[in-house]
């Protein structure tokens, strides 16, 4: 990223594994998916194809035994979390939304940040989706691109203040509710 030269008063420069770390999704077996939703099977799995623009659309999912939310807990997916796409749509940023929890498939990446009440995690999210580019950028591949949550927790950025986020938020909130 391009380094800003008049920085405000506040805000440091610093590197995104300063304040998160993304949690790499884990490689289930397709043939546990089930395509349809029943009382044994209603654990959605996100796969990247489902981060579309800023929301997860969970419309196409496929499901896993309900089961394997407790046996693959430390993958779980709830309410605010923001999720990365670290393949083929690399950088692409989603929120979150739905009052069930999931599951993270591979190739997917949760952003967790180290103290929610030092950072605003929504701004982290938008963060991101702002340096989408630069992502894509340090991508490598063939076929397909992919990047490594490394990569992109290497990446510098300048951070305000948690007050300052908090008002970046709502302004790019406000943004968007004028829009829609």
Known sequence: MND??????????????DVLFIQNGYAFKSN?????????NNIHLIKQSQLKGDKV?????????????TKYNDYKITKGDILIGMS??????????YDFDSLLNQRVGKIQLFSKSTFNQRFFGY?????????QKIARGMGVQNVSSKDIEN??????????QNRIVEKIETLFSEID
Do not use: H, R
């Not at 963060?127 to 992502?135: F, M, T, V």
């Open 32 to 40: 546990d998916f089930y395509k349809s939703s029943s009382s044994q």
């Open 57 to 69: 659309d969970v419309s196409e999912s496929v499901f896993l035994p309900n089961e394997y939310l």
């Open 127 to 135: 963060l991101l989706l702002n340096i989408e580019q630069e992502i």
């Open 155 to 164: 990446l510098d950025f300048n951070l305000p203040p948690l007050n300052e």
């Open 88 to 97: 083929g749509s690399i950088g692409k940023v989603s929120f979150y939304d």
């Open 4 to 17: 800003v030269v008049n920085v405000p008063n506040g805000w440091e420069k610093c590197q995104i594994s």
